[in-house]
């Protein structure tokens, strides 16, 4: 099958919406849920006219593109992220088409989703405080190599909590973007995230305490 017919083929392809689409960068963007034959799951991103400007691409270029290239960066630094299972852009009569179709982060829901059915509740605090600091560890490892999130809220931030295990991952990176130095980088999603975030200073201190431990600089001065 050449490109243009793989595109086509994913575009077909319909499922629940999980993001209604919204019109925005001068275009619509949405996600919707495929559910696959063999019950795994995929989610698709779905754009029109959905662009970003540099002064790499001053006429515009889809912004699924600056998401995979996100993606592709964060996995390679360490940072887990959904896994990338189709990407693809088209021209038609309404402007660009964007496509990014990724595989479902299993077991793992939002932090904010995770409190809100008792997760807390439900661990230790001292398992708490290593759940958060795993959180700021991650975000160091994104920071350190320039990376900046560009939307950070707490609801971007997915966990996965088993007896086992405490997994942590980012989602939503289509405003991901390098910065100059890895201090910028971290300036904005620390401020970002502390402000939409339901943490409390106790807690903070928690995700800043595995922040440092990678980073290698204190929060306080990055705040």
Known sequence: MNLAGQFEQWWQRQGDWV????????????VQRLQQEDGSVYYAKRQVGHIYRSLRHPFGCPTVLRERKALLA??????????????????????????????????FQDIESWYAAGG?????????NQLLQRIGAMLARMNLARWQHGCLYAK???????????DVALLDLEKSRRRWTRRAAARH??????????????????????YEQVFGSTIKRLL
């Open 74 to 107: 964060l996995d390679r630094h360490g940072v887990r992220v959904p896994q990338i299972v189709y990407c693809g852009t088209e021209r038609s009569v309404e402007g660009w088409r964007g496509l990014l179709i990724s595989a479902e982060l299993e077991g």
């Open 189 to 210: 999603d620390l401020r970002q995230l502390r402000r939409h975030s339901s943490w409390s200073a106790l807690e903070w201190q928690q995700v800043g305490y595995g």
């Open 120 to 128: 807390r509740e439900q661990i230790d605090p001292a398992r708490h």
């Open 19 to 30: 993001e209604e689409p919204n019109r925005r960068r001068g275009g619509e963007s949405g």
């Open 156 to 166: 971007h931030v997915f966990v996965k909590v088993t007896d086992d295990a405490l």
